[in-house]
């Protein structure tokens, strides 16, 4: 009776440690993050408590991703999945989540972050009407861009992976503060970086910097689209080309996915620069990290600007 | 206050630009100090901004905040061809079925979650007939389970079968303006859907598997192969009046579909599928159709609205119809019990040229074996093939346009070919589709 009662209790304690112990230790937090830029700030509050995969390539359009399969597989096994929650995903993330039949991530569930949540969203329309093209809701999704709304992104994400893993709350605190850190001196780094060029006029191919163009002054005055997500028109490129020699605009922000031949035929006749920006870490070489992708963004529209001066 | 901050930023920027030429260690410190403070002060003052110049929270409507999204698809269609009886060769519910112009499909979709367990989803169709008459139908309406233990979801109501890629897909979602001739003649016009509940499984693999078992009603005119008012079409002989006995006469449609990426760009889609159900020739009798399907994409890794992007998608189908002894439906004639067999399949490419263009090409063919008194053999059993070739080009997202044409073989009737036309559009929430 003694040794069952003393085998009972030798289990017992066994299995309390390993039910404590060996899932923290052998098991990083799976973490699902809807596109690259979101993924970079994840493993940033993550560190090595995390595996972090973004459903969204770097190099591909966010707007329209393929709902393949293989991500029904990893969002069934997230632990935590942040998305915008501005709708850049809408065409895509709702059917992936409808087959992924996971409670953790569901909205309103700690594993589940909306990088938006708080942040002023710009744009945001005060009527539904596609005849404007097709403007999100919720207003322009592409806020990443600014570094003061990641400040609150990532607050959120330290806070949310806090929540499900209670074990690395403290690591996921400390990354935070270290991040925050050298989020204020590289704020101060991108804003004398950019603060010369106060007032620049530049163009863009969608509607995808408005947030750096708020941020640091930049005047963005026409979009090579004509409306978000409408293809440019030949009328549409000879209107921005007029616009841009009348205000001598010298250059224009292109993304890995948009048209590159289109820019280029309105920048040959403007004598302004193509300038190659990703707004998604990793599309670009040496840019795996946020600050990496900002310190890129500032350092090409600085230089071109500088030079067009 | 906006102002103050920005001077103080400026101050410390001059500042910095005079401490670097005195490497004074105090001074970097006081100015990384100044820097950090300056960087906070703009923080707060974004926030501030952020409170101040925020929108009153009542001021936009968000879509995205209802219960419910409502979308409505209409689809118009423009069909000619060399054979004058165009409904005999476009045969699908969504199709023109006479020359000119038609309405086949308009769709009013409204889907939303129920509560923290279920979502739930209704599509009600109306169309308009070659004489103009509306008609309505609860095309598909049911439950879906969002938190089931095990990776098991459960549907229920009213629902496409989910056998093989399209049969389950609506027809906004087709990569051409018909059907192919496989699922016509395996499935009838309106595609293979009743009522029922469906359980499916995602399994713990590390790469997509998902098995699915659907048990649903195997009487009416959707349930073609089944107990259908319309089996004549098959067998030859009158309809028998069959009631639901036991379990067995149900209709079953089980699946088990598999994906893999095949590279970061590559991902190949596969699945195998079965119905099994009664089929009212005569008591006792079954049908079983066996299917199976396949579908590759390649998408760029730069692509740009999802273009430039090749897939290609293929099912092949077989039915074993077991006919009872039966009697002829136009006379007294009896014919003996025997089983008919079919088989179909298509093989579709489409190349995704550049945004918002899309080129297709498809073959197409469906056959059946002769019957034991061959004067009965029905024209919808007849050897079949089609070409078909087609241009679609999407102005934007929420609607298109399409130009198709069809050359087709019927044996015994001979070559014909048809052009069709279509234009859609989208009203309301986003469309999102599946993989």
């Known amino acids: ?309 | 206050m906006r102002n103050a901050v920005l001077v103080g930023v400026l101050l410390c920027v001059s500042h910095t630009a005079g401490a670097q030429q005195v490497p004074d260690s105090t001074a970097r410190r006081q100015q990384r100090t100044l820097d950090s403070l300056a960087t906070a002060l703009a923080a707060t003052q974004a926030r501030l901004d952020s409170v101040i110049a925020a929108p009153p929270p009542a001021a936009p409507a968000r879509a995205s905040g209802s219960y419910m999204n409502v979308s409505f698809v209409g689809l118009t269609d423009f069909g000619w061809s060399t054979a004058k009886d165009l409904g005999a060769l476009q045969v699908g519910d969504h199709e023109p079925h006479a020359r000119g112009f038609a309405i086949p499909n308009a769709e009013l979709a409204l889907d939303g979650t129920v509560d923290p367990y279920l979502k739930a989803f209704a599509n009600i169709v109306y169309k308009l007939n070659a004489k103009g008459e509306t008609g309505v139908e609860l095309e598909e309406m049911y439950f879906l389970t969002t938190s089931l233990p095990g990776n098991l979801q459960v549907k229920g109501g009213q629902f496409f079968a989910e056998f093989g890629r399209q049969n389950a897909q609506h027809p906004h979602a087709w990569a051409f303006a018909d059907q192919p001739l496989a699922l016509n003649r395996m499935f009838g016009p309106e595609g293979l859907r009743s009522q029922g509940l469906r359980i499916s499984w995602l399994l713990p693999t590390s790469f997509y598997t998902e098995a699915t078992l659907a048990v649903m009603n195997s009487a009416g005119t959707t349930t073609y192969s089944f107990r259908s008012d319309e089996s004549s079409a098959i067998h030859a002989g009158a309809p028998a009046d069959r009631a639901v006995g036991s379990a067995a006469d149900l209709l079953y449609v089980p699946r088990i579909a598999t994906s893999v990426d095949l590279t970061d760009t590559q991902t190949l889609l596969m699945g195998v599928s079965g119905a099994f159900g009664p089929n009212n020739s005569g008591p006792g009798a079954q049908t079983q159709i066996y299917g199976a399907d396949v579908y590759w994409k390649w998408k760029s890794p730069t692509a740009h609205m999802g273009f430039p992007f090749v897939s290609f998608q293929s099912e092949g189908l077989v039915r074993r119809y077991g006919a009872a002894t039966r009697v002829a439906f136009d006379t007294n004639r009896v014919l003996p019990g025997e089983t008919l067999r079919d088989n179909g399949a298509y093989a579709q490419l489409q190349w995704g040229i550049k945004p918002m263009l899309i080129a297709g090409l498809r073959a197409d063919y469906a056959r059946g074996d002769g019957m034991a008194v061959p004067v009965y053999a029905t024209v919808e059993r007849a050897n079949r093939t089609r070409y078909s070739t087609n241009m679609t080009w999407f102005p934007t997202e929420y609607s298109k346009f399409r130009l198709q044409y069809n050359y087709d073989h019927r044996a015994g009737i001979g070559n014909d070919h048809t052009v069709l036309m279509q234009f859609e559009f989208l009203l309301g929430a986003h469309a999102a589709h599946k993989f």
Not at chain 1, 170 to 180: E, I, K, Q
């Open chain 1, 1 to 309: 009776m003694t040794t069952l009662t003393q085998l009972l209790v030798a289990a017992g304690a066994l299995l309390s440690t390993t039910g404590a112990e060996i899932p923290r230790a052998a098991r990083q937090l799976n973490v699902v993050a809807t596109t690259p830029d979101l993924a970079a700030l994840a493993k940033a509050i993550g560190g090595d408590a995390v595996d972090v995969k973004s459903l969204a390539k770097p190099t591909e359009d966010p707007h329209f991703v393929d709902a393949k399969p293989s991500h029904v597989v990893t969002l069934n096994r997230a632990d935590v999945l942040i998305d915008g929650g501005a709708e850049l995903e809408v065409g895509w993330l709702p059917p992936l989540l409808e087959s992924a039949r996971n409670d953790k991530i569901a909205a309103g569930a700690p594993g589940r972050v909306s990088a938006s949540l708080g942040v002023r969203m710009l744009e945001v329309p005060t009527s539904f009407d596609r005849s404007k093209g097709d403007v999100h809701a919720m207003g322009n999704p592409h806020f990443l861009i600014d570094p003061l709304n990641v400040r609150l992104v990532v607050a959120q994400i330290a806070e949310h992976l806090a929540k499900v893993d209670p074990a690395s709350a403290a690591l996921y605190r400390d990354n935070l503060r270290t991040f925050l850190a050298t989020l204020d001196v590289k704020s101060v780094e991108w804003q004398k970086a950019l603060e010369p060029f106060r007032g620049a006029k530049i163009v863009t191919y969608h509607k995808d910097f408005v947030y750096l163009a708020e941020r640091y002054k930049l005047d963005v005055v026409e979009t090579l689209e004509p409306k978000p997500g409408i293809e440019p028109s030949p009328i549409h490129l000879a209107a921005v080309i007029a616009t841009m020699r009348a205000q001598k605009v010298k250059v224009i922000l292109v993304q890995p996915f948009q048209n590159r031949k289109t820019a280029e035929t309105v920048a040959r006749q403007t004598d302004a620069a193509v300038l190659d920006v990703a707004q998604q870490p990793g599309a670009k070489a040496n840019t795996a990290t946020y600050f990496d992708l900002m310190d890129s963004i500032v350092h090409t529209l600085a230089t071109a600007l500088q030079e067009k001066k």
